[in-house]
């Protein structure tokens, strides 16, 4: 069965440092790679997505992705007491018919 | 303002009750999706229809219905609910089957 793994977190970060989530998936042959905002009680909301080894760059965001290693991480760069929120990884494997699949979430709280 | 809006936003409903969840996408996607989120579990994906054609039923109990008249519209038929489907039920579309999925603000539903 295809998983997504995430840590449940919370993960408490100061203000104005880096916060780094990170996903591990299961299935080798995943190629696309998404991450999502939640807010408490709001739908999630896509901040990025990646294809491709490698570092992409959004703002104060950066995913970075590691297809040998299996995992996907996302980086937050001076963070902001905006930014608490779960973060939602989501997979999908490179077949034409394999739906997404999420991961459970990380809660991420910046601490003023 | 998402592109994908459902209603209503909040449903207390009881155990004897029909009722139906709508969604409406305004970003020209051929694929939705019913998803329910209930609390500390993942994301589960319950139906997906493909240009109004249902591809995929997760599995779940009949007396969830859905309803796909036409790419841009879809339902959530609701009857003799149980107290555990308590949660938050998501819309979503996408371009195409499992290309980026967007999410609408969610109908909380409260089965008392």
């Known amino acids: 069965q295809k998983e997504v793994e995430q840590n449940s977190g919370p993960l408490s970060v100061p203000e104005g440092a880096i916060a780094s989530l990170n996903c591990t998936y299961s299935d080798r042959g995943s190629q696309s790679f998404f991450w999502y905002r939640q807010y408490s009680g709001k739908s999630p909301e896509l901040i990025m997505f990646i294809y491709s080894n490698g570092d992409k760059e959004d703002g104060r965001f950066t995913a970075q992705l590691n297809k040998a290693s299996q995992y996907v991480s996302l980086l937050i760069r001076d963070s902001q007491p905006s930014d608490s929120a779960t973060y939602l990884c989501a997979v999908k494997a490179g077949n034409r018919d394999d739906k997404i699949i999420f991961g459970k979430g990380t809660r991420l709280h910046i601490l003023p | 303002e998402t592109g994908v809006t459902q209603t209503p936003r909040h449903l207390v409903m009881g155990m004897t009750n029909k009722k139906s969840l709508k969604c409406e996408q305004h970003l020209g996607h051929n694929a939705m999706y019913w998803y329910k989120q209930s609390a500390k579990k993942p994301l589960e994906l319950m139906f997906v229809?493909?240009?109004?054609?249902?591809?995929e039923n997760n599995s779940v109990p009949s007396r969830f219905s859905p309803e796909c008249p036409n790419s841009s519209h879809l339902f959530l038929h609701l009857h003799t609910l149980q107290p555990e489907d308590s949660a938050l039920y998501l819309c979503a579309s996408s371009q195409g089957y499992s290309y980026t999925i967007y999410f609408g603000e969610g109908s909380w539903l409260t089965v008392v």
């Open positions: 229809y493909n240009f109004k054609e249902q591809t």
